[in-house]
DNA sequence: GTAGGGTTAG
C-alpha cells in the first residue's frame, strides 16, 4: 500500500468523532483514495461505531466492488444498529462466508435478545465448518447477557479442554458476576489458573480475566483475595490498564482502603478517564472524604490532580457520585451550588437520580420542606426512586411531624404507581419503622388489591398507574 | 479494513 494511503488508513481507524470521519472521507476523494475497497471499509466501519448508519450504507452501496471483509463490515454495521432483517437479507445474498459472517449473525440475534435464531445460525456455522471459538465465545456471551448461565455453562462443557481460549473463560466469570454469583466467578479463575499451570499457555490471564475477579472480589467483600490477586497481576508484568485500574480502585474504595485506592490512581498508564475519575469520586464520598471528593471533582474538569493530565468532562454518573459524596459528608451549600450548576455550566440536565440524592442530603440534614418543594417542582412525574428516597429519608429528620407527613405523602404517590416496580412492597417495612401499625395493615391491603387488580383480565399496560 | 470478553453510582 502506498504510504498516504497507509497513514490515512492509520486516521480513520484511530478517529474518534463524526466531523473527523466525515473530513477523513472528503481527503479519501481527494487523494483518488475513496475507491480503495481497503480505506472505504475503514471508513464504513469508522461511520457504524458514531452510530450513522445510513451513511455507512451509502458508502457501502457507492463501493466499485465488494469483498467479504467489507460485506462482513456492512454486515457488523447492521448488526450494531438493531437492524436484525437487513442483516439477515445480506447474509442471505452471501455467496462465500467466512467465520467472521457466520459469527457477526450470531452476535447480532444475540443482541436483539432472539436467542433462537442465534443458536440456529449457530448450530448451521458449525455443520458448515465455519465456526471458531469466536461463534462459541458470541453465544456463550449471548446466553450470559440474557442471565441463563445455565445454557452457557451447558455450551463451555461441551467445547472441551482444547477450545476454549482465555476469551471464552473472561466471559463466563462475567457472566457470573453480572448474574449476581461473584462465588462462581472466582471459582472459575481459580480453575483457570490450575488448567494454566498444567501447560495450557494459550490460558495465560488478562487484564480483563483479573478486572473481572477483582470486582468479583469486591462484591463478596474477600479483601484478603483481592489483595492476594493483586500481587499476583504485578508478579505476573499484567498491564494494569484503567479498566483494571477501575477494578481495583473499587475493591479497595468498598472495603475502606483508601490510601491503596488512591496509589493505585496515581499509577494508572495514562490519563485517567471519565470512569476513573468516577470511581475516585463515589470512594472518596463512600468513605466519608466529601472534601476529597469535591477537589478530584475540580481536579478532573479542570485537567490537574495529575501530570499531563487532561480535562474530562463530567457526567451523569459524577453528579450522583459528587452529590452522594456530599450527602455522606453534610455538605448541603456545597450540593445545592452543584446541582443548580449541573445544566447551565455541564449541559446535563439534573435526572431523577439527581433529585433522590438531593433529597437524600435535604432530608438527612432536617430540610424537609425544601426537599418537599424540590419534588414537586421536578419537571415530569417522581418516580419511584425519588419518592423512595423522600420516604426512606423524610422520617430520618427525627421528631419532624412535617417529616412524618412527608414520608406519608411520598407513600401515597408510590402505591399510585406500577407496584411491580417493587417499591411498594418496601413500603409496609418502612411504615413499621414508623410504628404506624394502623397504616401498615391499611396499605398491605392497598398492594394487595392493587396486584389483584393488575393480575385480572383487564390489566393495563405496566409502567402506567394503576389507580 | 470485518467477528468474541473485562471497569464506574445508588
Known amino acids: 500500500?502506498?504510504?498516504?494511503?497507509?497513514?490515512?488508513?492509520?486516521?480513520?481507524?484511530?478517529?474518534?468523532?463524526?466531523?473527523?470521519?466525515?473530513?477523513?472521507?472528503?481527503?479519501?476523494?481527494?487523494?483518488?483514495?475513496?475507491?480503495?475497497?481497503?480505506?472505504?471499509?475503514?471508513?464504513?466501519?469508522?461511520?457504524?461505531k458514531r452510530g450513522l448508519v445510513a451513511r455507512a450504507q451509502r458508502?457501502?452501496?457507492?463501493?466499485p466492488r465488494r469483498d467479504v471483509v467489507a460485506i462482513n463490515a456492512m454486515l457488523a454495521a447492521l448488526g450494531a444498529a438493531g437492524r436484525v432483517t437487513d442483516a439477515r437479507a445480506l447474509f442471505g445474498r452471501m455467496l462465500d462466508r467466512t467465520p467472521a459472517s457466520w459469527n457477526t449473525m450470531v452476535t447480532c440475534y444475540c443482541r436483539a435478545g432472539d436467542l433462537t435464531s442465534a443458536r440456529d445460525v449457530f448450530e448451521s456455522s458449525l455443520r458448515a465448518m465455519s465456526s471458531s471459538v469466536v461463534s462459541w465465545n458470541a453465544m456463550i456471551d449471548g446466553y450470559c447477557k440474557a442471565g441463563r448461565m445455565d445454557a452457557a455453562r451447558e455450551l463451555f462443557d461441551r467445547m472441551g479442554s482444547s477450545l476454549p481460549d482465555v476469551i471464552t473463560w473472561n466471559t463466563m466469570?462475567?457472566?457470573?458476576?453480572?448474574?449476581?454469583?461473584?462465588?462462581?466467578?472466582?471459582?472459575?479463575?481459580?480453575?483457570?489458573?490450575?488448567?494454566?499451570?498444567?501447560?495450557?499457555?494459550?490460558?495465560?490471564?488478562?487484564?480483563?480475566?483479573?478486572?473481572?475477579?477483582?470486582?468479583?472480589?469486591?462484591?463478596?467483600g474477600d479483601l484478603a483475595l483481592g489483595r492476594q490477586i493483586h500481587h499476583l497481576i504485578q508478579q505476573k508484568g499484567i498491564w494494569i490498564d484503567t479498566v483494571l485500574s477501575n477494578a481495583l480502585m473499587d475493591m479497595y474504595f468498598k472495603?475502606?482502603?483508601?490510601?491503596?485506592?488512591?496509589?493505585?490512581?496515581r499509577t494508572i498508564p495514562c490519563s485517567p478517564n471519565l470512569f476513573c475519575w468516577n470511581t475516585v469520586i463515589s470512594g472518596l464520598g463512600m468513605n466519608g472524604r466529601g472534601e476529597d471528593a469535591i477537589a478530584a471533582f475540580h481536579d478532573?474538569?479542570?485537567?490537574?490532580?495529575?501530570?499531563?493530565?487532561?480535562?474530562?468532562?463530567?457526567?451523569?454518573?459524577?453528579?450522583?457520585?459528587?452529590?452522594?459524596?456530599?450527602?455522606?459528608?453534610?455538605?448541603?451549600?456545597?450540593?445545592?451550588?452543584?446541582?443548580?450548576?449541573?445544566l447551565?455550566?455541564?449541559?446535563?440536565?439534573?435526572?431523577?437520580?439527581?433529585?433522590?440524592?438531593?433529597?437524600?442530603?435535604?432530608?438527612?440534614?432536617?430540610?424537609v420542606d425544601e426537599a418537599a418543594r424540590l419534588v414537586q417542582t421536578m419537571p415530569g412525574r417522581p418516580n419511584a426512586k425519588v419518592?423512595?428516597?423522600?420516604?426512606?429519608?423524610?422520617?430520618?429528620?427525627?421528631?419532624q411531624e412535617g417529616g412524618?407527613?412527608?414520608?406519608?405523602?411520598?407513600?401515597?404517590?408510590?402505591?399510585?404507581?406500577?407496584?411491580?416496580?417493587?417499591?411498594?412492597?418496601g413500603l409496609s417495612n418502612v411504615y413499621a419503622s414508623l410504628q404506624r401499625w394502623d397504616r401498615v395493615e391499611e396499605h398491605r391491603r392497598q398492594v394487595r388489591a392493587a396486584v389483584r387488580h393488575a393480575k385480572g383480565p383487564r390489566r393495563k399496560r405496566p409502567g402506567r398507574a394503576l389507580l
Open 59 to 63: 458508502l457501502f452501496d457507492e463501493m
Open 173 to 220: 466469570m462475567a457472566g457470573y458476576l453480572r448474574g449476581g454469583d461473584p462465588a462462581s466467578a472466582i471459582a472459575m479463575f481459580h480453575l483457570l489458573m490450575r488448567t494454566q499451570q498444567e501447560g495450557e499457555q494459550r490460558l495465560r490471564p488478562t487484564s480483563g480475566t483479573m478486572a473481572t475477579v477483582v470486582a468479583a472480589c469486591a462484591q463478596v
Open 255 to 265: 472495603s475502606g482502603s483508601v490510601d491503596c485506592a488512591l496509589d493505585v490512581f
Open 344 to 367: 447551565p455550566v455541564y449541559g446535563l440536565p439534573p435526572q431523577s437520580e439527581h433529585y433522590g440524592c438531593m433529597v437524600d442530603l435535604l432530608c438527612r440534614a432536617g430540610h
Open 1 to 48: 500500500m502506498p504510504r498516504p494511503a497507509a497513514a490515512l488508513l492509520r486516521a480513520i481507524t484511530a478517529c474518534t468523532g463524526c466531523r473527523e470521519a466525515q473530513a477523513l472521507h472528503s481527503l479519501a476523494c481527494k487523494l483518488g483514495l475513496a475507491s480503495d475497497m481497503v480505506i472505504s471499509t475503514a471508513l464504513l466501519t469508522s461511520y457504524a
Open 404 to 425: 412524618v407527613r412527608l414520608s406519608e405523602w411520598a407513600a401515597r404517590r408510590i402505591s399510585k404507581l406500577d407496584l411491580h416496580d417493587g417499591a411498594a412492597y
Open 387 to 399: 419518592l423512595g428516597s423522600l420516604l426512606l429519608d423524610a422520617h430520618v429528620a427525627e421528631g
Open 300 to 342: 478532573m474538569v479542570q485537567g490537574r490532580g495529575r501530570p499531563n493530565g487532561n480535562s474530562v468532562r463530567p457526567d451523569g454518573v459524577t453528579f450522583v457520585a459528587l452529590l452522594s459524596a456530599c450527602s455522606h459528608s453534610g455538605l448541603v451549600r456545597v450540593a445545592r451550588k452543584f446541582f443548580s450548576q449541573m
